[in-house]
C-alpha cells in the first residue's frame, strides 16, 4: 500500500468510453489498497481548439494581458477532463473528487504560458485522500501571486503529476502515455531498438531534449530534483492487466546510480532532423564575438542548439551553430543583414539538411573511447562529422541529413543496443 | 458617465465572429466614456456540448458529490467565453480583464447545479475599472465555503449580471438578448402585441413565471430586491448604432412605482399551455387534506402551479391543481394508487389539455372590477372557466386549450393593449 501518481495523456481521456477505462485502471489500483492521485490531461485536440478559437479573437501582438487570457481559456480542457473522470470513478463505486490548480493550490510564477511551478499545498488533497477518496488534480496549470490562472506550457502536465507526486512523497508516478516505454532509439528507424526497463534521469533528460518525445522535458528535470521514481508505461494494456504485472512494466526513470553500474555504456542514441546549421566564416577570433552573433540571434528570439567555435588561425575562426528548421530563413536573413557585416565575417554558410545524432549514456562518465568509437563507427559507414559536441553523458554529431537513418542503426548495434537483454534490466 | 453592466447570451456569443461584434459594441460604451462590466455566457450549444459528455461517464445517482463534479465541468463554458471577450475587446485596442466567479470571488451557497448567491465581493473588480480596463466576469457560477466551484442553474448568467450590478451599484444592467424588450403579449400569438418601454419588476415577475422567456425569474427578483434598473434589448442591433438611442432601446424594468401610475391597469397578458389539471373529487371537508394529497405530490418532486379548493357540501369538497404536463401520468398515477383512496376521496378527474391564461397588471392594485372584466370578455367569447386564482396583480384562468389563442386575443383588445400608445411611455 503506497501514495501513487497517475497521469493520462489527452489520448488516453480522448472520449467518454477512453475515460471509463481510465477510471477502471484507477479503480483496481485503489482498490489493491494505494492512495491514488490522477493527473489526466486535456481530451485529445481540446486545447488546440480552445486556442484556436482565441486565435480568432486575439489581439496580433500577445502581450502579458493577452497571454493571461490565453490561459484563462486554455486552462478549461483539464478542468472539464477532472470533472469528468471523477465521474467516472464515482460510477465505478469509487469515492472520487477534483481539484483545479488554483484549489489545491499548485502556485507558480505570473510567466503567463510557460509558468512554473513553485510550491504545491499539500493539506487539502491529504485531506482527501485520508477520507478514501481518489483525488484527480489538473494538469498544466496553476495560479500565481494575483490569484489569476497559469498554464505550464504545451506537455505541462507531465510537470504537473511529478511536481505533485513530489509535494506528496508518492512512492512512484506513473506517466500513461501512447508508447509502452523509453527505446534505445526510434523504433521506426531501428527496428531492433529495445525497450530499457530503467533509465537514468540524467539520461532520460539528454534523451528527452534530444528528441525522444516521450516525456516533457521540465518533468525529467522535478523527478530528478525532487528524486521522485518515475515510470513511463503504455495506456493501452488492458485496464484489467494484472496490477503487479502492470507495475513493473514500462521504463522505470530512476535518480538511484547504482542500478545503472553493471548496464550498457550507452542506454541509447538519439537524433534530431529539425534543425538547421550555420557557419559565419573568418570572424576575428577576439573577445564578445560569441556573444555580438549568438545575443543578436536570442534577441529575435531564437533558440540555438548546438554551438562549436573552432581553433583560429590567421586571428580569424569559424563559428558554427544550429537552430530549429523553421528559424532558417529568418535567422539566415538576420545573419546576412546586419550580423555578419557588423563582426567583420566573410561569409555566411547556411545549411537546413543536416541531422543531429548523439549517442547518451551515464556508462560513459565512467568509460574512456565512446566518442571514438562512435565516430570510428561514423567513418566506416562513409558519413562525414561536420560538427561535434560533448557532455558528461552525451556526445553529439551534426551530419548530413541524408545519413541520418545510417548512422543511427550503425551506432545502434555497434554499442550492442540491438542486443539488450530487457529481460535482465 | 456610469457604471454600466452588460449582459450576453449564449447567442450573441456563438462565434468568433460575434464575440468580436459583442467586443466592438462594448468598446462603444466604454469610449463614450463608461466604466463597463461585462456578463458573457457560455457560447450557445457549449453547456450542452459539456453536459452531454458527463451524462455519458456520470453515475446513475446523482449525489451532492456527483453535481459538485457537473459544476467543475459546467462551469468552463463562461470561463472561455470571458477569455475570448477580454481578448476580442484588447484586439480593439480596449484594455481588458477576465475575472472568474471565483476570481471576483462571488460567494454562493454550496447548493451545487442550483446555487445562490450569498455575497459578491466588488474590491478587484473596482480596483480594475479604476485601472481603466473593461472587466468580464463569468456569469452563473460562483464559488462556496469549501472553495469549490458552484454554478446557479440554467439561465443563471442573467442573476449573476444582476447581482453584480447590484454588487458594484451600476447605474444600469443592460441584458442582451434575442428579443427587442418584453411585449404586452406573445406577438405570435397577438401580432398586435406591443413593446412595453417600461414595466414595473412586480409585473415583470408575474410576467416571467408565466412564461414570458425572456429573463431568468431570479434575476428579475434580484433586481427587485436591490433596485437594479435592468433593461431587456436587444443584440441583433448592429453593434455601431448610436449609444443614446441604444440606451433608450428596449424595456425597462423598473423599481419606481410612480412611474407606473398612469399607465394601462394591465400591462400585460401571459399564458401558459404546459400545464395539466387534477380535481380530487368528494374528499372528506377535514383539517389536514390539503396537505395529504399536495404533500404526497410534493414528495414526489412534482411541481404544482394553481391550486384550488371549492366550497364543501354534505362535508365533502372537490380539490384542484395543476401541474406540469410533463407530469401528468405521473401524477394521476399517484393519486389514483394511494392518494385518493386514503383520503375517502369518491374520483380523480385529469385533464392534460388545459391552459392558463392571466392578465397582469400592477394597475390592479387599486383598479376594482378588473377581473370581473376578464370573466366577461371570456364569457362573451363563449369561453368556460374551470378554475380562477387571483393574487394583488395577477388573475390567472385555467381554461381548455383549445381557447388559447382566442381568450389571449381577446383579452389583449379589451384591456387596451393593442393600442397601447409606446411613445408615451
Known amino acids: 500500500m503506497a501514495l501513487i501518481v497517475h497521469k493520462y495523456g489527452g489520448t488516453s ?6 475515460i471509463k477505462s481510465v477510471a477502471k485502471r484507477v479503480a483496481k489500483w485503489a482498490r489493491a489498497g494505494h492512495q491514488m492521485v490522477v493527473v489526466p490531461s486535456a481530451m485529445s485536440g481540446e486545447t488546440n481548439r480552445l486556442l484556436g478559437l482565441a486565435k480568432e479573437v486575439q489581439p496580433a501582438t500577445i ?17 472539464v477532463s477532472v470533472g469528468l473522470l471523477a465521474l467516472a470513478l ?3 463505486g469509487m469515492p472520487a473528487v477534483s481539484y483545479t490548480g488554483w484549489q489545491v493550490p499548485v502556485k507558480t510564477d505570473s510567466s503567463y504560458t510557460k509558468a512554473r511551478i513553485e510550491s504545491i499545498d499539500d493539506a487539502r488533497v491529504r485531506a482527501e485522500l485520508a477520507e478514501g477518496k481518489v483525488v484527480i488534480i489538473t494538469g498544466f496549470q496553476g495560479i500565481d501571486d494575483e490569484g489569476s490562472i497559469t498554464t505550464l506550457g504545451r506537455g505541462g502536465s507531465d510537470t504537473s503529476a511529478v511536481a505533485v507526486a513530489a509535494a506528496l512523497k508518492a512512492a512512484e508516478c506513473l506517466i500513461y502515455t501512447d508508447v509502452d516505454g523509453v527505446y534505445t532509439t526510434d523504433p521506426r528507424v ?3 531498438a529495445q525497450r530499457l526497463h530503467t533509465i537514468s534521469f540524467e539520461e532520460m533528460l539528454e534523451m528527452a531534449s534530444l528528441g525522444s ?5 521540465r518533468s525529467v528535470e522535478f523527478a530528478g530534483k525532487y528524486r521522485v521514481p518515475l515510470r513511463v508505461l503504455s495506456s493501452f494494456t488492458p485496464w484489467d492487466i494484472n496490477i503487479d504485472e502492470e507495475a513493473k512494466s514500462g521504463t522505470l526513470i530512476t ?7 553493471e548496464q550498457a555504456v550507452v542506454s541509447g542514441i538519439a537524433f534530431n532532423r529539425d534543425e538547421a546549421k550555420f557557419t559565419v566564416v573568418g570572424v576575428p577570433d577576439k573577445p564578445g564575438i560569441a556573444y555580438q552573433i549568438l545575443g543578436a540571434v536570442a534577441e529575435a528570439n531564437i533558440d540555438v542548439d548546438v554551438i562549436v567555435q573552432n581553433m583560429s588561425h590567421d586571428g580569424r575562426t569559424d563559428f558554427s551553430f544550429t537552430v530549429h528548421r523553421n528559424d532558417y530563413q529568418r535567422t539566415l536573413d538576420l545573419l546576412k543583414g546586419t550580423v555578419a557585416p557588423s563582426t567583420g565575417a566573410t561569409q555566411v554558410l547556411g545549411d537546413p539538411k543536416i541531422c543531429k545524432v548523439s549517442i547518451v549514456g551515464i556508462g ?4 574512456v573511447g565512446v566518442a571514438a568509437k562512435m565516430f570510428r563507427t561514423l567513418s566506416e559507414e562513409g558519413i562525414n562529422i561536420q560538427m561535434i559536441t560533448t557532455s558528461e ?3 553529439s554529431v551534426v551530419i548530413d541529413e541524408k545519413y541520418m537513418e545510417l548512422a543511427v542503426r550503425a551506432l545502434h548495434k555497434s554499442f550492442g543496443l540491438d542486443a539488450v537483454d530487457t529481460s535482465s534490466n
Open 190 to 192: 531501428v527496428p531492433e
Open 90 to 92: 464515482q460510477s465505478e
Open 13 to 18: 481521456m480522448g472520449s467518454p468510453e477512453r
Open 213 to 217: 518525445k516521450v516525456l516533457q522535458i
Open 364 to 367: 560513459m562518465k565512467s568509460h
Open 63 to 79: 502581450d502579458a494581458a493577452a497571454m493571461r487570457e490565453l490561459d484563462m481559456i486554455a486552462s478549461t480542457g483539464e478542468q
Open 255 to 261: 535518480f538511484e546510480e547504482d542500478e545503472k553500474m
Open 393 to 395: 553523458i552525451k556526445t
